[in-house]
Structure formats: structure tokens, C-alpha cells
């Protein structure tokens, strides 16, 4: 064979690589999610929602750690939006180039680093116990809203950054000052970006245990909780404790309560996908 | 009157900002000040040299070095998986696919990274290890291994993700000299594009590491929780990020010693994690410049 023949075959041989290496995590993760559909689907019904935990695997429910899922989601929502859009308004709109905001950044994206469960670390020593809070919901949501925070503002910067300069051009030729060309023209031209960072840090609370396991919430909480100062269990923490049961019947409730965790976070993702591409299509 | 609510609402948004170095000083000081108490019990040649962690026991050991190896052993596995695959998806991408195969494929790799880690932790323990247990015989319920190639599996995003970056970084003349040479796309990938985004696929793999070092449930679950100095992938052994989980599920009293081990054993954890972004860091801006 000739060497440009052999180069040719070797070129062709690896675009059959690429297809197959691009395909082989997401056929695995296909697999899995069947094997798992398999195991759980049959698991799911009415009851499975509506149950409190118990030790009988075939009588337990998500009940409880859906409603503190729900809870830790809105007020991790709560805590982080407002902290992280006025970060990067600052960081976009009013901080001079120089060293100090040269820090802040580096500082963010150091953050954007760190392992989840130092941040409960965190949690656990400054919201836990020097604040008093102990294992409730809100020492919870404080310490996701610290670990989304880097996310939310990396988003909300990018889509800030999207906006054009004419259209703040247009209003300060208007006599607009610059918080109102902000809060009238950039925000609201920014939100299709600024909401797909939030759904995807919000995805990414929805399925965060280590953390929280650290900052004290539990894995069996026969209550619903009412306040934010009420003790909690979220859902992957549920499905944690089922997984680490011998008993088969826990693996089952593992595998249904996977499918629902699996279903909120991919549809959060799908969401997100969605505006983003309609956030492009509408910018170019 | 305007101008005055204009520097206060200024003064509110810097506070927003500041108050992310605020996280970072809190982090540090949280984990510094429960180290030093912590040293002040347990000599730092002992937490450094011991070959032994048994803080839980009767008989305590406090050498860091087995839950160290557990973590760069499930790391390495992890590494060894995804970097190969997530580099080939990047070329792949950049160098061979059309515009509309890669938008379609991308978000759907992301959503590799977008499973909550619990679901993979029972992927590796209730799927990966009873059929590599059918494979290699001898292999354990719980090891590194089967933890370690699930979490290859969630890390691909971000090695593709970042390498490809690198890859669009480089000038298309340098691809039209190549091809214009007579290049296959296999040579021009692999002899000029890879070559010249060098130094950003090392920052990828920088970064992989360390989200790699601080992943927590899937070792949690599926490597089990016996420190062990071993460099074997077959047998249980347990990560840094394992060893708080396991504290923290347990009713260890706060103030006790065994209550500053997680904090010490953070503090590792979050040096290593630091040393590795900030250099990835470093590189990415230095290697952006250079381009620009």
C-alpha cells in the first residue's frame, strides 16, 4: 500500500473513532438509565410520592425529601439571585480594570473550583453552629446558595456582556442615568441568559447531597417540613440512604426514586437548553 | 438627588461583590482555624508520614497518606478514561464533524455532566461492578475501579469542553498550510492543530483532576470506606471526600478530635483542588493571550 493510501485509511479509520468516542458516554448513560427504568418504573405509583420514609421498603415514600427539595430550591433561589446579579452587574458595569478587580475575578473562578463538600465544611462550622442554625433548611440553602453562586454569576456576567453597546447608547443619548440604562435596558435584554444560568444552578442544587449530608440534614425525617428552621431530607440524600441499605427492596427504591430525580434535573437541563438556543438565535 | 441613590445602589451591587471574597476568607479561615486545633493534638509529621488513618477506632492513627492514595487512585482511573475519550470527541469535533452533527452532539454530552453524582454512584455500584466482577476475577463489591470509570464517564464533558476551546483557538491558516501541504485531516489534527492548543488541553486535564479529586457521592458509594495505603484499583479503599461523608453521617461529637479529622482532611483536599485551578488558571489566560 502506498503511504498516502495508508495515510487516507488511518484518516477515515479515526472519523469511525471520533463517532464512536462521541457516542460511548451517552450510550452508557442510555444503558444505565434502561436498566434503571427496568428496575424502578414498576416502583413508581401514587403512593410512592405520597408515603413517608419507612423501614419496610415496599411502605416508603419520597414524600418528605420532595418537599424539602422543593424548599431547598426556593430558597436557594432566594439567597443567590439577588447576591449573584448584583456581582456581576458590578463586575461588568462599574468595576475599573485594574488589580482589585482583577482579584475579584480570579477570586470567582477559583470558587467555581471548589469541591462541593468543602463548601459544607463551610456550612457546617459558620451557618450550623456559630449562627445556630443546626441541621435546618436554611443553614441548607445558605450553603447552596454560596456553592450556585459562582454559577449564577458567570452566567448572568456572559449575558450582560451580550448586550449591545448600542442599545445603552441609545438610552443614555436619551438622558438615562446608568443604573436605569442598567435596570430598564440590560437586564431585561439579559434575562433569557441570566435565566438559563439560574435553571442550571438550580439543576444543580436539585441534585447535590454531599454538602448538605455534611451541614446536618438527615437521611430519615418522618415529618414534612413547614419552616425553614424545620430538620429536612432531600431527594438524592433518600435515594443515598436507599442505596446503602442491604435490603433489595431499597435498591428498587433507589432505582424509582433515581428515575424522578433524573426527570427534574433533565427537564430543568432540556429548559435551559431551549432558551439558550432561543437567547442565540434572537442575539445573532 | 438622583445622583446620590445612584452611588448607593453602586455601593449595594460592589457589597454583592465583595461578598464573594468574603466566601473565600470564610472557607480558608474555617478551615485553618479547626487544623490548628487540630495540630495541636495530632504532630503534622505524624498526619504527613503515618501509613495508617484510624481516627474512628480505639487504636487512632491520623496519616493522611491512605485516604490520599484512595483519592489520586479513583482519580487516575478517571483520568485514564476520560481524558483519551474526551480529547478524541474534542478532535472529532473541531476537526472532522460538521457544524450541525456538533450541535446537536454537544448539549448532549453536557447532559453527562447535569446527572446528580448519586446516580452515579448506583450506576458503579449496581451496574459497572457486577459485570467487571464477571470480568476481573478477584474484583471487590467496592473499589476504586468501578468508582473510578463512572466518574471518567461524568468528566468527558469537561475535558471535551475544554480541549475544544483550545482547538478553536488555533488559526485556521495554520490548518490551511497543513492542508495545503497535503495533509490528511488525521496529520493536521494530530502534527499541527493538537500541537499548537497544547498547553490547553493540559488545562484541561488540570481541571478534570481536580473536579476528579473533590468528587464525593460516587466514591462515597461505590469505593467503599476502608483507608488503605494501595495503589491496587481492585480492593475497597476510601477518599477524603468519603472519609467526611462517613463522619459526617455518624454521630462523632463536635469538639472532639475525631470531629476535627474531617476538617483537616478538608483542609488537604481544598490545598490540592486550589493548587490545581489556579494553575489551570494561570495557563488558561496565558495561553489566550497568546493568540489574541
Do not use: C
Amino acid at each position: 500500500m502506498t503511504n498516502s493510501g495508508r495515510n487516507r485509511l488511518i484518516d477515515r479509520a479515526f472519523s469511525v473513532w471520533g463517532v464512536v468516542s462521541t457516542f460511548i458516554g451517552i450510550a452508557l448513560l442510555l444503558m444505565f438509565i434502561g436498566i434503571i427504568l427496568y428496575d424502578g418504573l414498576g416502583r413508581i405509583n401514587w403512593a410512592f410520592f405520597t408515603s413517608l420514609p419507612s423501614r419496610f421498603p415496599e411502605k416508603a415514600g419520597i414524600y418528605t425529601s420532595m418537599v424539602g427539595t422543593l424548599w431547598i430550591v426556593v430558597l436557594t433561589l432566594i439567597l443567590s439571585l439577588p447576591l449573584g446579579i448584583s456581582a456581576a452587574i458590578y463586575l461588568e458595569e462599574y468595576a475599573k480594570k485594574g488589580r482589585f478587580s482583577n482579584i475579584l475575578e480570579i477570586n470567582i473562578s477559583n470558587l467555581a473550583g471548589v469541591p462541593s463538600i468543602i463548601y459544607g465544611l463551610l456550612g457546617l462550622q459558620i451557618f450550623s453552629r456559630t449562627m445556630g442554625l443546626g441541621g435546618n433548611l436554611l443553614a441548607g440553602a445558605f450553603t447552596l446558595a454560596l456553592l450556585v453562586l459562582p454559577i449564577i454569576i458567570v452566567a448572568t456576567r456572559e449575558a450582560i456582556r451580550a448586550v449591545p453597546g448600542s442599545i445603552k447608547d441609545a438610552s443614555y443619548a436619551l438622558g438615562a442615568t446608568k443604573w436605569q440604562t442598567i435596570w430598564l435596558q440590560v437586564l431585561p435584554g439579559a434575562s433569557g441568559g441570566i435565566m438559563t444560568g439560574v435553571i442550571l444552578a438550580l439543576s444543580r442544587a436539585v441534585g447535590e447531597a454531599a454538602p448538605l449530608i455534611v451541614v446536618g440534614a438527615l437521611a430519615y425525617v418522618p415529618f414534612v417540613p413547614a419552616s425553614p428552621m424545620d430538620q429536612y431530607s432531600v431527594l438524592p440524600i433518600q435515594i443515598f440512604n436507599w442505596i446503602s441499605r442491604p435490603q433489595a427492596g431499597f435498591s428498587t427504591n433507589a432505582a424509582a426514586g433515581i428515575l424522578i430525580l433524573l426527570a427534574i434535573t433533565l427537564a430543568m437541563n432540556l429548559v435551559a437548553v431551549y432558551y439558550r438556543s432561543r437567547y442565540q438565535r434572537k442575539s445573532n | 438627588m438622583a445622583r446620590k441613590s445612584e452611588k448607593y445602589i453602586e455601593g449595594g451591587l460592589f457589597a454583592g461583590a465583595l461578598f464573594t471574597v468574603l466566601t473565600t476568607a470564610l472557607i480558608l479561615g474555617v478551615l485553618l482555624y479547626e487544623t490548628v486545633i487540630f495540630f495541636s493534638d495530632v504532630s503534622i509529621v505524624e498526619f504527613l508520614t503515618d501509613r495508617q488513618w484510624t481516627p474512628l477506632f480505639d487504636e487512632k492513627h491520623f496519616g493522611i497518606l491512605p485516604l490520599l492514595s484512595g483519592t489520586i487512585l479513583t482519580t487516575l482511573v478517571a483520568i485514564a478514561f476520560s481524558v483519551p475519550v474526551g480529547l478524541v470527541i474534542a478532535i472529532y469535533l473541531n476537526e472532522y464533524s460538521g457544524r450541525r452533527f456538533r450541535s446537536i452532539v454537544k448539549p448532549m454530552l453536557e447532559m453527562l455532566a447535569a446527572v446528580p453524582t448519586v446516580v452515579y454512584g448506583f450506576f458503579a455500584l449496581v451496574i459497572i461492578t457486577p459485570f467487571l466482577q464477571g470480568i476481573i476475577p478477584g474484583l471487590a463489591g467496592f473499589s476504586a475501579l468501578s468508582a473510578g470509570l463512572v466518574m471518567g464517564i461524568m468528566i468527558i464533558p469537561y475535558v471535551t469542553s475544554l480541549s475544544e476551546d483550545a482547538l478553536f483557538a488555533v488559526p485556521y491558516s495554520l490548518r490551511e498550510a497543513a492542508y495545503g501541504m497535503g495533509s490528511t485531516r488525521f496529520q493536521t489534527a494530530f502534527r499541527v492543530t493538537l500541537p499548537a492548543a497544547s498547553s490547553g488541553v493540559i488545562v484541561a486535564i488540570i481541571l478534570a483532576i481536580s473536579r476528579a479529586i473533590g468528587e464525593t457521592m460516587i466514591v462515597a458509594i461505590a469505593a467503599g470506606q476502608q483507608p488503605r495505603l494501595t495503589m491496587n484499583p481492585l480492593v475497597p479503599i476510601e477518599t477524603i471526600t468519603a472519609y467526611i461523608v462517613q463522619v459526617s453521617l455518624g454521630d462523632v461529637p463536635h469538639n472532639s478530635l475525631e470531629y476535627r479529622t474531617i476538617f483537616a482532611a478538608g483542609i488537604t483536599l481544598f490545598a490540592l483542588t486550589f493548587l490545581l485551578n489556579s494553575m489551570g488558571n494561570w495557563l488558561r489566560k496565558k495561553f489566550r493571550e497568546k493568540y489574541d
